[in-house]
């Protein structure tokens, strides 16, 4: 009897411990059920879309998870709502059939939309400060697609990197890129200055996507000592850098367009000292006159930028 008793008060604590909505099997059942119902939209789009799109899918997507755009706690980012979802759009249809029909969206590949279509998503959240005047710019006509410099799959997007940005432009502006590879350029290939520094791609309210109004307020950005003001103004450095200068580079130094006497002297064409042209023909057998030496006119006008002498020297003498 004392055994039966036993064997049945153990039986009723099991079954208390079973019945309990607070304990036990019913307690571990009931979490497991919560957690599945307020498992976020973004987790289990991600769990889904994961299946096929592994780390041993063609183009390399699980690189995403190491990017801001993969931070979940941030409202701002697409993980926070419907993940993928966000940006590639809900794609039933793809879900049931992936290899008929590819999703709403694609960035890349034979069945990419339209860069218009791809452009809209992205400015779906990215649409203020440098994107403020994307509608209408260069890019934008010409149909480049944001897709077309940035990586979104990656923890490391080579356009926001000082030294791996030329890289991405160069793609596209062949010329720049023979460029600054002359002897006489602008230190974008050391990776001291990246292109953005002085072009914004996303358009401006300047010529040539420039960062600035005015080609010399962006020059001006970095050689402020060429600004000003100077009692007597060399007139050309007002108006316009590149009357003289070429921004990307030049076989001559520093970054001009043509060597001195011959630069100044596309302007400078009266009779005579300052400005007589030289040549082969009126160049004395004993030697170049001084002002064809070494720095030639900036031997004595060596503040051609503007200066307090009227005759652009140094000093009086």
């Known amino acids: 009897m004392r055994r039966l008793l036993v064997a049945i008060g153990i039986c009723a604590a099991l079954l208390a411990v079973i019945a309990s909505p607070r304990t036990g099997l019913a307690q571990q059942a009931r979490g497991t059920a919560e957690e599945a119902a307020t498992e976020s939209p973004a987790k289990r789009v991600v769990a889904l879309c ?19 755009h993969a931070v979940m706690a941030d409202q701002r980012t697409p993980f926070a709502n419907r993940a993928c979802e966000s940006c590639h759009g809900v794609s039933d249809t793809h879900i ?17 939309n339209p860069a218009s ?11 203020s400060g440098l994107r403020l005047h994307w ?10 697609g944001c897709v077309s410099c940035h990586q979104i799959h990656t923890g490391r997007d ?12 160069f793609g596209c502006h062949k010329a720049q890129r023979e460029q600054i ?6 230190p974008i290939k050391e990776g001291k200055i990246a292109c953005s520094q002085c072009h914004n791609p996303h358009g401006s309210a300047g010529p040539k996507l420039l960062v600035k109004a005015t080609l ?10 060429k600004r000003g003001p100077f009692l007597w103004e060399h007139s050309p450095v007002r108006e316009d850098c590149t009357y003289c200068h070429t921004p990307h580079g030049s076989i001559h130094r520093p970054l001009l367009k043509a060597r001195v006497p011959w630069l100044c002297q596309e302007c400078h064409s009266s009779i005579l000292h300052p400005s007589t042209a030289y040549s082969g023909n009126n160049v004395s057998l004993l030697g170049a006159p001084d002002r064809v ?25």
């Open 135 to 144: 509608k209408g710019s260069l890019h934008e006509s010409s149909d480049v």
């Open 117 to 127: 279509e791809q452009n809209q998503v992205c400015l779906a959240c990215h649409q």
């Open 181 to 186: 590879n002359r002897i006489s350029h602008h």
């Open 216 to 225: 010399n307020e962006t020059c001006f950005t970095c050689h402020a000592e």
């Open 293 to 317: 030496l070494a720095k030639s006119c900036l031997n004595c006008h060596s503040q051609v930028h503007g200066s307090n002498h009227p005759a652009g020297v140094r000093k009086q003498r």
């Open 158 to 169: 080579k356009v926001l990197d000082k030294i791996t940005q030329p890289e991405v432009c």
């Open 50 to 68: 994961t299946l096929c799109h592994n780390e041993n899918w063609r183009y390399p997507v699980w690189a995403i998870f190491q990017s801001k």
């Open 96 to 112: 049931a059939n992936a290899v008929a029909t590819p999703p709403k969206v694609v960035f890349r590949g034979k069945n990419a």
